[in-house]
């Protein structure tokens, strides 16, 4: 079974160039996580969806994030303009009726 | 604020001896947590969970314990082996949060041979 796919893996961009970030979770689970890790704040939830519904958006940082999820297979990140201090590891994970979570391995996000 | 506090960030011990993982939380409306182990490069993969209704749950070589009237969990890995070198983070959530995990911000296990 394929776990959580996200890509790229590693993004190198310029201050304010576009970012996204992309993301397949596992089928079958229906709901899905954006998370971001910093040696500062760990790991800290943007976003959660629920059947492809954003539930909660309350850590996004700011209007410069935005998530979407068009279908039950697939969830973007975007970031637009990117800034330097946006630099971390964004995580996608996914979940089914449990309380388990399963992440993937992560994009990692340069912004120079 | 944060909720789930992990206040090692880094533990080393001996192959074979005990490793004992720490974490506290201060919300009381927690009822279950987990715990992830995290490599360089890759990420956070499920390890072990206890619900709040018990107070010890074991897998193999991994123990976790809960003392909620503490509001303290810890992860104990016996015999610890050099493979469980990684970052231990500490996760909890609550009923009718829908189940958004909150994370600590890790522990960095060295296993020494």
């Known amino acids: 079974d394929a776990g959580v796919i996200q890509s790229p893996r590693h993004e190198v961009t310029e201050m304010g160039q576009e970012v996204t970030l992309r993301c397949k979770p596992i089928?079958?689970?229906?709901?899905l996580f954006w998370y971001r890790q910093t040696m500062m704040r760990g790991l800290e939830l943007l976003i959660y969806f629920n059947n492809n519904v954003p539930i909660d958006d309350s850590g996004m940082p700011e209007d410069r994030f935005s998530a979407k999820m068009p279908n039950a297979s697939f969830s973007t990140l975007k970031i637009q303009p990117s800034e330097p201090r946006d630099s971390a590891v964004y995580f996608c994970?996914?979940?089914?009726?449990?309380?388990?979570?399963?992440f993937g391995e992560g994009s990692w996000l340069t912004v120079v | 604020d944060q909720q789930v506090k992990q206040n090692s960030p880094s533990l080393s011990v001996q192959e074979g001896r005990i490793s004992i993982l720490n974490c506290d939380y201060t919300?009381?409306?927690?009822?279950?947590f987990l715990w992830y182990k995290k490599y360089p490069a890759e990420g956070p993969t499920f390890l072990i969970s206890i619900s709040s209704i018990k107070d010890k749950n074991e897998d193999g070589r991994f123990t976790v314990f809960l003392n909620k009237s503490a509001k303290h969990l810890s992860l104990h890995i016996v015999p610890s082996q050099p493979g469980d070198s990684a970052v231990y983070f500490c996760a909890a959530s609550a009923t009718g949060s829908a189940r958004q995990l909150t994370f600590g911000s890790g522990t960095q296990l060295t296993v020494l041979p």
């Open positions: 089928s079958g689970h229906n709901s």
């Open positions: 994970a996914s979940r089914s009726t449990g309380n388990t979570i399963y």
């Open positions: 919300n009381s409306m927690f009822d279950y």
